[in-house]
């Protein structure tokens, strides 16, 4: 088996890395703006659907297209990559001293299957201040996060008290679901994953 990531997220490239599996990196170009309302929660997988239908080449045996959107949603508004600093303070200013949930949708395709799923993680961030919400967009610049965060940042080391649900999930990758889904495939295709 040979993954096909389609994504420029330095993080699910990173984390599909750790999980040993091979792959490459694949370029596709889709418009994500979605014309018809969704509720928040199918948002993440509608777009990883999206991004699938957009890869044209005709897959290989053994070739399994993965592609994803992460989405932070907070009181059921949809919190995208912010466009400016006081965006990004705006939505963590939202997310102080709540609960918010992160959705990533993910599909698979094959030469002759696609699959696809959502994994939701429940986060919690105590309250912060003026003072770490400007430090961190200072020196973390998180303009190419949802939801104006990193996880695994500064941030989340200081910020996040509990999650509950997959830590990855939160980066961008579901792995553990990922891994599963992808043993699923194989099996259908009578191979084995060990």
Known sequence: MHLLLASK???RRELLAQMGLPFSIVDIDVDEHLSTP????????????RKAGGYRPAL???????????????QEQVLGKPHSRQEAAD???SLSGCAHQVYTGVCLRSSSRT??????TQVHFRPLS???IDYYITHYRPFDKAGSYGIQEWIGMVGIE??????YNVMGLPVSRLYRELQGLIHAHGALVH
Do not use: N
Not at 38 to 49: D, F, K, N, T
Not at 66 to 71: E, F, G, L, P, R
């Open 38 to 49: 969704l509720p928040a929660s199918q948002v993440a997988e509608s777009l990883a659907l």
């Open 130 to 132: 003026m003072q770490e």
């Open 9 to 11: 997220s330095p993080r």
């Open 60 to 74: 290989d045996e053994g070739q399994v297209l993965v592609t994803a959107d992460t989405v932070v949603v907070h």
């Open 91 to 93: 939505m963590l200013q």
């Open 162 to 167: 509990r999650i509950e649900g997959c830590f």
């Open 115 to 120: 699959v696809s799923f959502t994994e939701c």
